[in-house]
């Protein structure tokens, strides 16, 4: 139990700000270039939906995903080679310890558990960055952005994106 603890720390708890972090800047920058698109059209307004869907869609899962393969998979991997390095992987077998017991699966589990819950961080920090960028560039001022979010985003649009299933059956 001691190594899924301290891996759930390392895959969530440690993740958390970077993750929260870029995805609130990937916001701003899809609703300022959102907003400069739209605006040649007169519909700015429609910026809020650009966000809250290539969030709770795409952005937040992938940004959420890759984040943790390049930071903390990538360190797994390093730690694990080290170990076969300097013989404790063996140390670990002379004790009767199956080390893809001890090392991996609770790495892998952690990851399960702490992949969703960072992509909906992401989902969430970047609707917070392009509500910024709204805020600030286009008069969209957060009340109105979470009401335009309530009336035209569904559910099924951020459990699409949890799911990355195109065909939900609602």
Not at 77 to 87: C, D, F, L, R
Not at 125 to 137: D, N
Request: with cysteine; proline share 5%.
């Amino acid at each position: 139990m001691t190594p899924f603890v301290a891996a759930i720390q390392e895959t969530g708890l440690n993740a958390l700000p970077i993750v929260a972090l870029l995805t609130f800047l990937v916001g701003a920058v899809v609703a300022f270039l959102g907003a400069t698109v739209l605006e040649s059209f007169g519909a700015t307004i429609y910026t809020v939906n650009l966000v809250a869907f290539s969030f709770l869609r795409e952005f937040g899962v992938l940004l959420a995903a890759i984040l943790l393969a390049g930071r903390t998979a990538s360190a797994f991997t390093a730690h694990i080679g080290a170990m076969k390095v300097n013989q404790e992987l063996d140390a670990i077998r002379t004790l009767g310890l199956n080390p893809i017991e001890l090392l991996v699966i609770p790495r892998v589990l952690a990851m399960m558990i702490s992949l969703p819950i960072l992509a909906f961080v992401g989902m969430i920090a970047g609707m917070a960055g392009g509500a910024t960028v709204c805020a600030l560039v286009l008069d969209i001022y957060p009340p109105q952005f979470i009401a335009i979010v309530e009336r035209s985003v569904e559910l099924r649009h951020y459990l699409v994106g949890l799911s990355k299933r195109r065909f939900l059956p609602f």
